[in-house]
């Protein structure tokens, strides 16, 4: 089956935007080593995302800080984890790693 580029998308794709993509982007490449290149994927994804996608922009608020860390850039990381907001997500899981990082940070 092919699909048009004027016709909607099933109801199965309605989630995958450009931000969604550039999320699943990051995640390769962070997966595949590629760290600078997941960074910048996933402040596009952040960029990109509407401003009522509270979840996803705690997911990868809490991804480019990782990013940041992991590539030794503690400023960054730090002003990143500082603007992730959790308090409009009830997910243990975003908040577990926002800590993760708040930890790492403190003893970096």
Do not use: C
Request: proline share 6%.
């Amino acid at each position: 089956m092919r699909f048009g580029t004027t016709a909607p998308p099933p109801p199965w794709l309605r989630f995958l935007d450009a931000a969604e993509i550039a999320g699943l982007a990051a995640i390769a490449h962070r997966a595949t080593g590629r760290l600078p290149d997941a960074e910048r994927a996933t402040a596009q994804a952040l960029r990109l995302l509407g401003p009522s996608m509270h979840r996803n922009r705690a997911y990868y608020g809490v991804q480019l800080a990782q990013l940041q860390l992991a590539q030794g850039d503690i400023t960054s990381a730090r002003a990143t984890a500082a603007t992730v907001d959790t308090a409009a997500v009830s997910s243990p899981r975003i908040a577990q790693r926002l800590a993760t990082v708040h930890r790492k940070l403190a003893t970096a």
